[in-house]
């Protein structure tokens, strides 16, 4: 109101007898005061001109001390804003202190709030707009500049059923109220109560929500107001390329701009006289109070008539920033808030990780960096491309996987001490379940279940050239069938030579007699070979006793020919320990695993006699070797390979190993089973979004074929395999047997030398 000097436009010296109207007016430079009357009527409107001091009564209360004493009806004053457009008044909606000298103004908490006329519809497109967003509940955040449309749009949200809070936000910003929320209810009642319409001034505006992306730092692990919060911001039109400016990392921001025409107060002086007798020229009889519900009446006609453009943005994400997008009137909940479908947006979350195999495996790059592959990096690939982000990996300084640092237990190590100190969004490598560990971070659904095992080193070794004849029975059986053997011809023998049947004078005439203690053992030996003899027995007793020999070699000999095929095509061989028992009973053998582990904390803590065996056989061990607990399972390994060592690990690590190296068994005993997840930090609010995707991932059966895909097949193995199967037979299966054919050649030879021998000095 630059310029503008109050006219008087009529003074009269005598009043009418009828009611006198008092109109205040606030006015730059206003010095003087103008009367009105109508003689048809008798109808007295009197408008006093105030200086405006600044810009608005809101801030002067010495001034609205000095409209006390003129028992106003109605205050026009420029709005505080805009300074264009004008606010009216009811003076008797003040407290009565607020006409005193006090240091600010107050506004009255009485639901007969100070009237204003709808200069534009922005309040109930906005009440309209979060009603279609299905809303149940918003915070409406506003200064003290903007109580009254603030206000009003609470009580018009009321209406359409929505529940709202109104809060005053100082200029220095405040979002404290909202932590005792977030204690108080918890995180999935608080991801559906973060709804807010922000009608300040911009810098307020702006200073809300950066500290919401602060606050969402220390209570929302930096997704809670990012991806599920949702704001409704009201500015002027030229504030849009501000907000554009603010570099916001919350998801879902849309703005609704206003850009409307204003009183021209050049003319404020005309507008208001002439509305004063529009009012005036009445045929009715007004009193003070009707006077005023008028004369708003005809402003808020004049004002319906013209047009208001209100225009809905979405802020969007783009390759250069964020950017604003139009929304039409009619939009729908998703296309006011488009980044709803979009998940994450693209967002770089942060992965801990360690390597362990088949899961995660490190490898390093040309350019000194690391990458990281196998099936739970698939996993989290799958889960990227579904959710919509990016991540990065990193690993913990101590390279442990997560035990209590502190004598509370509040504090963890490793993987899961990143978790609580906020280093890392989610750990991307499976964690073994623990009741510590579930206190102080969220397990995803399991998808890996195994138990955990030992593996060592066969130092008996495993024989190149196998004996193919020796391989199908034990020792045990060969000593008793070579027993049976010499009891059978000695039986035999004594049977034939004292057998009466051959002194008969029948058997002397055909020439019968018992065969000789060597043609036996040919013939007895030659049976378990198949090959029998020509001088079986005459007598009955000897040949039933054959009879029955025969039999016991069929059953051998087909148990032995069995055998034989299977140890052709089947290593077997004898391993050093097969039990617990047996580790704890070699003093010599020193037994370690990865320290920080779920496993390395079971065994520390369990009540089990065994695992309270296996801990003392590795706190024994480490009190000679540090490195027992060294948390490289590859050096682990090769302690393994090198020395009288066994490696504690879960089973699935341990078959990768035993694959790799020949030398290397796992022991048949199995203990402390586990189940492994993906971890989020405590009360992560993406701890649902990711839980969703991992269950359907086991459902369809993803998880099952990126572990076969990673894990080793048996075929894979340079190692002979223990699966049964047809298998190519290799030369040292042979080796025995051809030694055997070679035996048995010199002995021919030797035989032939000996009779070629006796034949001759049989001639001399």
């Known amino acids: 109101m630059d310029g503008v000097v109050p006219v008087l436009v009529a003074v009269f010296l005598q009043y009418a007898t009828a009611s006198l109207i008092e109109i205040g007016v606030v006015a730059k430079n206003g010095h003087s005061n103008q009367v009105i009357t109508l003689n048809e009527t008798g109808h007295v409107g009197r408008i006093h001109w105030f200086g405006e001091r600044n810009g608005s009564i809101f801030h002067k209360v010495a001034q609205i001390s000095i409209m006390k004493n003129y028992n106003l009806d109605l205050i026009i004053a420029p709005d505080p804003m805009s300074g264009k457009s004008v606010q009216f008044i009811r003076p008797e909606t003040f407290y009565k202190e607020a006409w005193k000298d006090d240091d600010e103004h107050r506004l009255s908490p009485s639901t007969e709030y100070p009237l204003q006329p709808p200069l534009c519809d922005f309040l109930n497109y906005t009440s309209n707009l979060i009603h279609t967003l299905d809303w149940n509940s918003t915070t409406i955040l506003s200064d003290r500049d903007n109580s009254l449309d603030s206000h009003n749009l609470a009580r018009g949200l009321s209406r359409l059923g929505v529940k709202s809070e109104l809060v005053f936000v100082k200029k220095d910003g405040n979002l404290k109220f909202l932590e005792p929320i977030m204690k ?53 039109r030229p504030a849009l390329r501000s ?12 703005v609704l701009s206003t850009s409307y025409k204003n009183f021209d107060i050049s003319k404020l002086t005309q507008w208001v006289v002439k509305t004063t007798s529009e009012v005036l020229s009445s045929e009715h009889t007004w009193n003070r109070s009707d006077f005023t519900d008028h004369f708003l009446q005809i402003v808020r006609r004049e004002h319906n008539t013209r047009t208001v453009n209100t225009m809905l943005h979405t802020l969007l994400w783009k390759p250069h920033g964020r950017k604003l997008s139009v929304v039409r009137h009619d939009a729908s909940h998703d296309d006011v808030f488009p980044n709803l479908k979009l998940g994450l947006n693209q967002r770089k979350l942060r992965a801990a990780a360690l390597e ?26 799958h889960l990227g491309n579904v959710l919509n982000f990016t991540y990065s990996v990193s690993e913990p300084a101590d390279g442990e996987w997560g035990v209590p640092i502190s004598e509370d237990f509040s504090n963890y190590s490793g993987l899961i001490g990143m978790l609580q100190r906020m280093e890392a969004d989610f750990v991307a490598v499976p964690m073994g379940f623990s009741e510590g560990r579930d206190v102080h971070s969220d397990f995803l659904p399991f998808f890996h279940a195994s138990g955990n095992g030992l593996i060592l080193r066969n130092t008996r070794g495993r024989s190149k050239l196998s004996s ?45 007699k018992p065969a000789g203690a060597l043609d036996a053992v040919m013939y007895l030996f030659g049976s378990t070979i198949h090959q029998g003899g020509v001088h079986l027995p005459e007598s009955s007793s000897g040949r039933v006793l054959v009879s029955f020999w025969w039999l016991y070699i069929i059953v051998m000999t087909a148990a032995y020919s069995g055998n034989l095929i299977a140890s052709l095509t089947v290593t077997k061989e004898e391993l050093p320990f097969n039990s617990l028992d047996d580790v704890f009973a070699d003093d010599s053998l020193k037994v370690g ?6 496993l390395h904390r079971a065994i520390m803590t369990s009540n089990n006699s065994k695992m309270m065996r296996l801990w003392e056989k590795i706190q024994a061990s480490r009190s000679t070797d540090r ?39 796992i022991l048949q005993e199995t203990f402390e089973p586990m189940q492994y997840s993906l971890v989020l930090p405590e009360d992560s609010p993406l701890t649902d979004m990711f839980s969703e995707e991992v269950t359907l991932v086991q459902e369809i ?47 021919s030879g030797l035989c032939l030398l000996i009779e070629l021998v006796v034949k001759a000095t049989s001639i001399l």
């Open 184 to 236: 108080s209810i918890g995180m999935e009642k608080m991801k559906r109560r973060l709804r807010f319409v922000l009608l300040c001034s911009l810098p307020l505006i702006g200073q809300i929500l950066k500290e919401a992306e602060e606050l969402d730092t220390y209570f929302g692990k930096g997704s809670l107001f990012r991806h599920f919060s949702q704001w409704l911001l009201i500015v002027p």
């Open 243 to 254: 907000i554009e400016g603010m570099d916001l990392k919350l998801d879902h921001v849309a």
């Open 356 to 381: 362990w195999l088949p899961f995660v495996k490190r490898y390093e790059e040309e350019d000194g960096s690391f990458s990281y592959k196998q099936a739970s990096i698939d996993l989290v690939d």
């Open 468 to 512: 193919a004849l020796t391989d199908p029975f034990r020792w045990q059986v060969y000593a008793v069938g070579g027993a049976v053997l010499i009891a059978v011809i000695l039986l035999y023998l004594v049977m034939e030579w004292n057998n009466p049947f051959y002194n008969d004078a029948k058997s002397i005439e055909k020439g019968w």
């Open 593 to 598: 695993l990865v320290e920080g582990t779920s």
């Open 627 to 665: 490195s027992t607990l060294e948390r490289n399972a590859t050096i682990q390994i090769k302690k393994v390979l090198h020395e009288n060592y066994a490696f504690l690990s879960d089973m699935s690590e341990l078959e990768v190993f035993a694959r790799s190296f020949c030398d290397l068994y």
């Open 701 to 747: 059966g993803l998880m099952q074929y990126w572990y076969r895909k990673w894990n080793p097949r048996e075929n894979d193995s340079a190692c002979a395999s223990t699966e049964t199967g047809a298998k190519p037979i290799g030369l040292e299966k042979l080796v025995s047997v051809s030694l055997a054919l070679l035996v048995g050649v010199l002995c």
